[in-house]
């Protein structure tokens, strides 16, 4: 890759965090993490980022709640899309991130790495 990637991964797991760090790293992203709302929403409003892997369900603030106020408040520098990767499917969960902004709806559990890579390379590709 000549112009590297700069991905965000917020997921409260650790396991998964490292999980996806680790995968995304070996694939030439730059990586950055956060394990809680609060410290992902400070990382999102500096910007940078080509992509953001957006948990629902997060500690001190949720992934919804970053979504709404990213309404009101502007990043510093430019951000790619924001994908959703959540455990959570319901349809209408789904449809109201959208809603909020968000690019993509990734369910963990149904996805294996492959899958959640390849469509990461797509996201980002579509950014290009």
Do not use: W
Request: hydrophobic content about 40%; glycine content about 8%; aromatic content about 8%.
């Amino acid at each position: 890759m000549d112009n590297q990637k700069k991905i965000l991964i917020v997921e409260d797991d650790q396991f998964l965090r490292e999980f996806y760090q680790e995968l995304l790293q070996t694939e030439g992203f730059l990586v950055d993490v956060a394990a809680d709302g609060e410290a992902a929403f400070s990382k999102i409003i500096e910007g940078g980022y080509n992509l953001i892997l957006l948990d629902i369900m997060l500690p001190k603030k949720d992934g919804m709640q970053i979504l709404k106020d990213l309404k009101v408040a502007h990043p510093k520098s430019d951000n790619g899309p924001i994908v959703m990767l959540t455990n959570l499917g319901q349809d209408a969960l789904i449809k109201e991130t959208f809603n909020m902004g968000a690019s993509g709806y990734l369910v963990k559990s149904a996805m294996n790495p492959d899958q959640v890579l390849g469509e990461i390379r797509n996201y980002i590709k579509n950014t290009a």
